[in-house]
């Protein structure tokens, strides 16, 4: 069976600290994968998705980026963390070409 | 106008109610609708996910589409105190456009 794994599951980090959140999963091969971010009280916003090696395709300009080194790793990064960037961070997999997402454990990030 | 509206609640109900969640959207080219229970702190897990309109049940769960009023409905029969939980909607179109989530408490 698929499984994904997110880490760390909480971090609190200081302004304009670099941030580097990673996201794998296993049981499966070629998924495509996605970043989203939920504010307190609020829906999904998605951030990234790739739907394969070094392919990122960003949903929404800001402070952060990511990456995808292996078929089954990716990478969400900042340079230097806003207080606004605060939230939980989810990362998503999905069979490809199939519409259901499944979502990992989450990460809570503080930026303080 | 949101793309995907959803009444954030929080709804309270006694255990065994019956509990009707609700979202309505705005584009009517989306075919695929998935609903997704979050409990705290944890990530969205699928709950169920209907194709186009009418009816999908499992268990004690039935999803229900209406595309000519882009409504959109979960229903919970005999709600549980597990049950407890924020549900999401979220239409597919291109990508899953998810709603702010509404949540849910059953009370023993």
């Known amino acids: 069976s698929q499984t994904i794994h997110q880490w760390p599951a909480t971090l609190v980090q200081p302004v304009g600290s670099p941030l580097s959140l990673e996201c794998t999963v296993e049981?499966?091969?070629?998924?495509?994968l996605y970043w989203y971010r939920q504010a307190a009280g609020r829906g999904l916003q998605l951030l990234f998705y790739?739907?394969?090696?070094?392919?990122i395709s960003s949903e929404v300009p800001q402070n952060l980026s990511a990456s995808r080194p292996q078929d089954r790793q990716f990478i969400l990064s900042s340079k230097k963390l806003l207080l606004s960037d605060s939230g939980f961070y989810l990362c998503?997999?999905?069979?490809?070409?199939?519409?259901?997402?499944?979502f990992g454990p989450g990460t809570r990030l503080l930026v303080l | 106008q949101k793309e995907v509206e959803q009444d954030p609640g929080p709804l309270s109900v006694p255990e065994g109610a019956i509990v009707s969640l609700n979202c309505t959207y705005s584009?009517?080219?989306?075919?695929?609708f998935m609903w997704y229970r979050q409990y705290s702190r944890k990530g969205p897990e699928l709950l169920m996910y209907?194709?186009?309109?009418g009816n999908k049940e499992d268990g004690r769960f039935t999803a229900q589409v209406d595309k000519s009023s882009k409504y959109i409905s979960l229903f919970i029969r005999d709600s549980q105190p597990s049950d407890s939980a924020t549900y999401l909607c979220?239409?597919?179109?291109?990508?899953?456009?998810f709603g702010q989530g509404t949540e849910l408490s059953v009370k023993p």
């Open positions: 209907t194709y186009s309109s």
């Open positions: 790739s739907v394969g090696i070094g392919q």
């Open positions: 998503a997999w999905s069979p490809g070409g199939r519409e259901t997402q499944y």
């Open positions: 584009n009517s080219a989306f075919q695929y």
């Open positions: 979220a239409p597919l179109g291109g990508k899953l456009i």
């Open positions: 049981g499966t091969s070629n998924p495509n």
